[in-house]
Antibody, heavy 120, light 113 residues
């Protein structure tokens, strides 16, 4: 079955960088768009970024544009999120999620999440 | 950006009773060429990631019990649980995937009365 396993979370100071990875298995990774969605502690869900199946299209929520970069390595079934210039308000659980084969913007599977804490 | 607003924020329903959650979008999420509403519902149980319940506003994801149903079109949508079970306690989110940035409602917490 679909498995999405995030890694790379941790505690980081404001202004520093962190890179999240997501190892995918149980499906043909190179056929699906992939997204990152985050959830601040005790709060709701916020979509962060999407990358098309082949990496040619990507988009971000305005609050991370210019600071975060989504990328993927289809040869290694891995999705990445490079987070630079981190802010306290970026503190959240970051979920790696899969786009549905029917519609790339529809999210149909979620990982367990990786906690990123931005604090001095 | 499309703003999604859910009501109520929280809801307490007796076991076996009906639960209804509403979701309103600030603009239509009906794609005229496909005649599909780009609206999904997710369930998030405590300590777990969200799970897709409903997409295209009314299509149940595989494996989702048929007590869950979705309805609505354009800007107004409803998630209904026909007979509440104890395992349905969760926070429910609607989400539009009509355009980026995809946006979620603020969530509705469902509890047992």
């Amino acid at each position: 079955q679909v498995q999405l396993v995030e890694s790379g979370g941790g505690v980081v100071q404001p202004g520093r960088s962190l890179r999240l990875s997501c190892a995918a298995s149980g499906f043909t990774f190179s056929s699906h768009a992939m997204h990152w969605v985050r959830q601040a502690p005790g709060k709701g869900l916020e979509w962060v970024a999407v990358m098309s199946y082949d990496g040619t299209n990507k988009d971000y929520v305005d609050s991370v544009k210019g600071r975060f970069t989504i990328s993927r390595d289809n040869s290694k079934n891995t999705l990445f999120l490079q987070m630079n210039s981190l802010r306290v308000e970026d503190t959240a659980v970051y979920y790696c999620t899969r786009g549905c084969s029917l519609e790339w913007l529809l999210i149909d599977s979620w990982g367990q999440g990786a906690l990123v804490t931005v604090s001095s | 950006d499309i703003v999604m607003t859910q009501s109520p924020d929280s809801l307490a329903v007796s076991l076996g009773e009906r639960a209804t959650i509403n979701c309103k979008s600030s603009q239509s999420v009906l794609h005229r060429s496909s005649d599909k509403n780009y609206l999904a519902w997710f369930q998030q149980k405590p300590g777990q990631p969200p799970k897709l319940l409903i997409y295209w506003a009314s299509t149940r994801e595989s494996g989702v019990p048929d007590r869950f149903s979705g309805s609505g079109s354009g800007t107004d949508f409803t998630l209904t649980i026909s007979s509440l079970q104890a395992e349905d306690v969760a926070v429910f989110y609607c989400q539009q995937y009509y355009s980026t940035p995809q946006t979620f409602g603020q969530g509705t917490r469902l509890e047992i009365k």
